[in-house]
């Protein structure tokens, strides 16, 4: 199955987060399960905080790329329309909260789960939890915008 | 000159934002300027949002950690100790805030400047702007509390 972020068109796939041509990144992949958003991510051992735990910015980062995946998928479901009815539009995050209320242990899969609102077909809000089993460690809230002109490839 | 993550016990110096010891990490370094702290960084290549432009989950995680260490320097500071004496205690983030004001450009060195506020030995916040040349692009508040027990390395 395809991810969100696999419809993006090659141009805005380069994210250090979830771009599917970035070598370097973490790859995060996004998909659609009934009306919530849902990501799996196994972090690699060199994304500590401190021993036996998981860095912070890491967690910040898989949840932004979450959010702007799932608000991009809302816009165009919105739309009328459905994955691979072209590329999907790129969103980016304008405001990102993270609330770390347990330590998010190092070692298991974390589940990224994903609740778009949309304000407008520009504008979605996303709350995002990240669990380990059954427990939701973090919880994210980010105001995603669809991509401005001025961060457009030209 | 030491900056403020030089001083981490060895066994907590492995963060992938600012660990010392982390060999894939960004190795973020802050220092005092003042009543304020600052942290020099340039951006990898790899270090994408879409292209030209820095990814904001990088962004998130540069600010976590100089918040976090802002803390810690902070802190001991407030104890009445000076940076070399002992260990920097460490903090961990309980809650980021990062408004994302402009877009950054990928390429030129990133200023991050912190204004730590203490509430207690054990609980700062950090105010924290990015800025390229003269432009705040990005601004972050943290909330940073010593690390708990239950994260600490046995």
Chains 1, 2 share one sequence.
């Not at 996303?126 to 919880?139: C, K, M, N, P, S």
Request: aromatic share 8%; with cysteine; proline share 6%.
């Amino acid at each position: 199955m395809k991810s969100f972020q696999d419809y993006y068109a090659d141009d805005l796939a380069w994210c250090f987060g979830c771009g599917r041509l970035n070598l370097e990144g973490h790859h995060l992949q996004s998909f659609w399960e009934g009306e919530t958003t849902v990501a799996r991510f196994t972090p690699k051992a060199f994304h500590t905080a401190v021993p036996g735990f998981v860095s912070g910015g890491v967690l910040a980062s898989i949840i932004d790329c979450h959010a702007t995946g799932s608000a991009s998928a809302a816009a165009h479901r919105a739309a009328g329309r459905e994955l691979g009815d072209g590329p999907l539009p790129r969103f980016v995050t304008a405001s990102l909260r993270v609330d770390y209320r347990h330590p998010t242990p190092l070692g298991p899969e974390l589940v990224l789960r994903g609740r778009p609102e949309i304000a407008s077909l520009r504008k979605v809000s996303v709350a995002v939890d990240v669990r380990v089993g059954e427990r939701a460690t973090v919880q994210g809230e980010a105001v995603c915008v669809a991509l401005p002109d001025a961060m457009r490839p030209t």
